[in-house]
């Protein structure tokens, strides 16, 4: 592996490489996939989309975010087969556009993957309350959930990947298992009170159609199809996380690619068919009526209860925050393979020795991650003790509502900050995938894999963060006053800017560190084959 911190490598107690070999491909796509959160993702966007999005069609614009996602990767994966770096956006930006997009875009993609931790850790704790409160009759304060879920994250990713890849597996296994017997449960059942309702959820053209007011006679108001499609985008974020792993698989020229492929396709099937039966075993009326209600996961909840059981429901809600919790240490382990990655490029032997350096025996950037673990908890408490969130009462006076603090700004904020951040990196990618193959010619290019697919999925990336911009206030919902909302645009212009200050200021006083900006990598799958131990 070529790297700019060799000079520090002498040290006794500290490696400057990650653990080669760690992991399979199994273990990558478990890991993108998890960082997904399908029953999360389920849960929690299905009945937003259906009750002020596209209704019914929500199930199509799941499809149809398969479609150009898809795109995207065929584009993304075209570099992961020539470059393996655990910067993954960072790295690939900056061989296609060059070292100043390539920092300012490594730096918000770090952002996003930092706060999206953040994010998760805030949906963990709102849904381990509510199932202490529901299941075992036993309020355990949010915030206590909060900082333990946050110790465990940092305990586990202080040792070797394979270990979180083996508590990711099992998560998402069970998570997977559990949706899958709710769908075929409405397949066996022969539907709900409208049948399977296919031609009205999974058809493309339902994808574009806002859900009208007072669809089936209830007091919908009128959807935005911009909506359902921007829930479905982000019910994907964390896929592209499959590069993030390339120094650490044993393979990663053909694992990488086939990961995210998998990852990408598997997904979107998934969520369409899951969508599309949760809405189908409700009836059209119901699923409508649940999800603009003030209880709207029980969109599934009800469904689980009626067809599996009240056990399998408890079970449920267990694997919500299970998966939530999987989710965020996902996210943790991106967030800190960034910082890495950033760090050892610093021209600096401290940060080198540090935020750089992985632990010698188990190759974790054990640092980073204790850097990622602390910066998690400082949000989490600055949301704890200076948000509130108001809830109007029966008589429309707003009143406090703290329960609802690690749902509506912890986990909702954060989540639209860190999705419009990384859709836009996303879309710089893709304009770095054209650079690389068809203006720098680094190497030969298909025409569709590498100029056209990245062209449409770069053009939809904008479209679909242009749809958060013009819908944010609705996106926030109950969030949309407080000040975090408010400075979201300057947060994710800043840190882009940040990171292109720096790369300008590195080109003209640090030439020679400017020029290895985003070059880590690893040259060549033989060596790593030679290198991964035996299994």
């Known amino acids: 592996m070529t790297t700019d911190s060799e000079a520090v490598e002498s040290s006794p107690t500290r490696s400057s490489g990650l ?4 992991i399979g491909m199994v273990a990558v796509i478990f890991m993108a996939v998890a960082n997904a959160a399908p029953i999360t993702a389920m849960t929690g966007n299905v009945p937003i989309a259906v009750g ?52 300012a875009s490594g730096v918000l993609a770090t952002f996003a993957y930092v706060v999206f931790e953040g994010s998760l850790i805030g949906g963990c704790a709102y849904f381990a309350n509510d199932a202490f409160n529901t299941i075992f009759g036993v309020n355990v304060p949010w915030l206590v959930i909060a900082i333990v879920a946050i ?8 040792f070797d990947i394979s270990l979180t890849a083996a508590i990711l597996g099992v998560t998402l296994t069970a998570e997977v298992l559990i949706l899958f017997a709710l769908a075929f449960s409405v ?25 009208p007011a007072g669809a089936f006679g209830t007091a919908a108001a009128a959807g935005s199809m911009a909506i359902g499609l921007f829930f479905a985008f982000w019910s994907w974020v964390g896929f592209e996380t499959t590069a993030v792993y390339g120094e650490e698989s044993r393979n990663p020229k053909k694992i990488i690619p086939r990961a995210t492929i998998i990852a990408v396709v598997g997904l979107g099937l998934f969520y369409t068919f899951i ?58 382990n991106a967030a800190s393979r960034y910082l890495f990655a950033l760090g050892r490029e610093i021209p600096s032997h401290k940060v080198k020795r540090t935020i750089g350096s992985t632990h010698p025996k188990h190759g974790s950037p054990y640092i980073a991650s204790t850097i ?42 954060l989540a639209l900050i860190g999705t419009a951040a990384i859709l836009l990196v996303q879309a710089i990618c893709s304009a770095a995938v054209i650079w690389y193959f068809w203006v720098r010619k680094t190497h030969r290019g298909n025409v569709i894999t590498t100029l056209i697919c990245p062209l449409i999925g770069g053009v939809a990336m904008l479209y679909v963060v242009w749809l958060l911009w013009d819908n944010r206030e609705f996106a926030a919902g109950l969030a949309a006053k407080s000040d975090v909302f408010k400075v979201a645009p300057y947060l994710i212009l800043g840190a882009f800017l940040v990171g292109l200050i720096y790369a300008v200021w590195l080109r003209s006083a640090k030439p020679d560190i400017y020029a290895e900006i985003g070059r880590t990598v690893m040259e060549d799958t033989h060596e790593r084959a030679e290198e991964a131990p035996a299994q």
Request: aromatic share 12%.
């Open 275 to 332: 969508s599309a039966m949760v809405i189908a075993g409700n009836g059209a009326k119901t699923s409508v009526e649940t999800s603009i209600s003030a209880s709207p996961l029980d969109l599934f909840f009800n469904l689980v209860q009626s067809n599996l059981g009240g056990v399998l429901l408890d079970v449920y809600k267990g694997l919500l925050v299970i998966g939530s919790f999987a989710c965020a240490l996902a996210f943790h």
């Open 151 to 158: 110790v465990a994250i940092a305990a586990l990713c202080y």
């Open 19 to 22: 653990k080669k070999g760690s």
């Open 372 to 413: 990622q673990s602390v910066i998690t908890l400082v949000i989490v408490l600055a949301f704890a003790f200076f948000t509130a969130v108001q809830v109007p009462d029966a008589n429309g006076t707003p009143v406090d509502t703290p329960a609802l603090v690690p749902y509506v700004n912890i986990y909702g904020l």
């Open 52 to 103: 002020f999005g596209n209704g019914l069609g929500a199930p199509a614009g799941f499809l149809f975010a398969t479609i150009i996602l898809t795109l995207f990767a065929l584009g993304y994966v075209a570099m992961a087969r020539h470059i393996t770096t655990t910067g993954a956006f960072y790295g690939f930006i900056s061989h296609g556009l060059g070292q100043v997009w390539g920092m």
């Open 187 to 211: 397949i066996f059942s022969g539907g709900g009170p409208d049948g399977l309702m296919l031609s009205q959820t999974v058809l493309l053209n339902n994808a574009f159609q806002g859900l």
